[in-house]
Nanobody, 124 residues
Framework: QVQVVESGGGLVQPGGSLTLSCATSGVDISGTTVGWFRQAPGNEREWVASIGWSHALPEIAISVKGRFTISRDNAKNTVYLRMDSLKSEDTALYYC?????????????????WGQGTQVTVSS
């Protein structure tokens, strides 16, 4: 049974930082692609970042490039999303999605396993 659990969200002031964690079990993340998505109220789910087992360079959405970083600890079967210089428009529920091919990394409907999400609120 695959489990995906996000953590690390919270309330942060503009310009602040957070690191989200995506802990998984039942799947070996070193052999597949993991992605982060976010969804703000009234908006569609948006792809944020992905990291794959065979790619040296993970991929970050243009909207957050230069501020967000995705990384992976295979020993812990955990993926991280480091978020710096946070803005109010980054406020959303952030989801971790697991186990797809790299070619589908931006497509939410191609990930079979999802966490429950962790809320990030950027506000002064």
């Amino acid at each position: 049974q695959v489990q995906v659990v996000e953590s690390g969200g919270g309330l942060v002031q503009p310009g602040g930082s957070l690191t989200l964690s995506c802990a998984t079990s039942g799947v070996d993340i070193s052999g597949t692609t993991v992605g982060w998505f976010r969804q703000a109220p009234g908006n569609e789910r948006e792809w944020v970042a992905s990291i794959g087992w065979s790619h040296a360079l993970p991929e970050i959405a243009i909207s957050v490039k230069g501020r967000f970083t995705i990384s992976r600890d295979n020993a812990k079967n955990t993926v991280y999303l480091r978020m710096d210089s946070l803005k109010s428009e980054d406020t959303a529920l952030y989801y971790c999605a697991v186990d797809t091919d790299w070619g589908y990394r931006k497509q939410a409907d191609r990930y079979p396993y999802w966490g429950q999400g962790t809320q990030v609120t950027v506000s002064s």
